[in-house]
C-alpha cells in the first residue's frame, strides 16, 4: 500500500508542470528573486549612506517630534546657547548619516569678532560645526560655557573653542576638535568640505 501522503502526490513542480506552466512558474521565481535582490540592494545602499562620513552637499539635519529629519536653517542657531545637534542627511536619498555618531556634530554661533582668520572659512554666517565626540574619551561635547564662550565635555571638563577653530583650553583632550566646513544654500545649513581632522579618539601608533 502507496503511504505517501496525498499532499505530496499531487504536489506540483517546474519538472512535472506542463512546458506552458513550467514557464509561468519559473517567470514568477525569476520575479521572485529579483524583487529580493532590489531589497537587498536598497538595504545595503542606506547601510553604507547611513555609515559614511559627510559629503559636500549633504543637509544637517535634526529629528522632528516623530523622528522624521528635519533641515536645519542657520536663523535656528541662536548665540551664546547651548549647541545644537546634527546629522548630515544624503539629499538624493534623503538618508541620515546616523549609523555612527562619529557623524554627530554639534553647532554654534559665534560672533564674527570672536572669530580667528583660521576659522572664519569654516563658518556659515556665523554658524559653525563641530564634531560631537570629545578627543580625549569619545564622550559627548554638549555644553556651552557663557562665561569663556567655550564648549565643554561633562566627562573630564575638557573645554574647546568654537571662536578658534576648536582649540583645547582647559582639560585632558589631547587634540582639537574636528571641525565641519559649511556653507548655506537657500537658508539651510549644507556641508561644504570634509571634517578638519578625523573624528573621535585618536588610537595609539
Known sequence: MNKTPCSQQNAATPDTLSSPDRREALRASSALLLCAGIGIGKSAFADTAAHSRPKVGDQLVRSDANGQPVPL???????????????????????VRNGTRLNKVILVRIAPADLTDETRPYAAAGV??????????????????????????????????????????????????????????????????????????????
Request: charged content about 20%; hydrophobic content about 35%; glycine content about 8%.
Open 73 to 95: 536653517r542657520g536663523a535656528e542657531i541662536l548665540p551664546d546657547a547651548k549647541p545644537l545637534q546634527a546629522f548630515p542627511l544624503e539629499p538624493t536619498s534623503g538618508e
Open 128 to 205: 559653525l560645526a563641530y564634531s560631537a565626540v570629545c578627543t580625549h574619551q569619545g564622550c559627548e561635547v554638549s555644553e556651552w560655557v557663557a562665561k569663556d564662550k567655550t564648549l565643554m565635555c561633562y566627562c573630564h571638563f575638557s573645554k574647546f573653542s568654537p571662536g578658534r577653530a576648536g582649540e583645547v583650553v582647559a582639560g585632558p583632550a589631547p587634540r582639537t576638535l574636528p571641525l565641519l566646513p559649511l556653507k548655506e544654500e537657500d537658508g539651510v545649513l549644507v556641508v561644504a568640505g570634509p571634517f578638519t581632522s578625523n573624528p573621535g579618539v585618536s588610537k595609539s601608533a
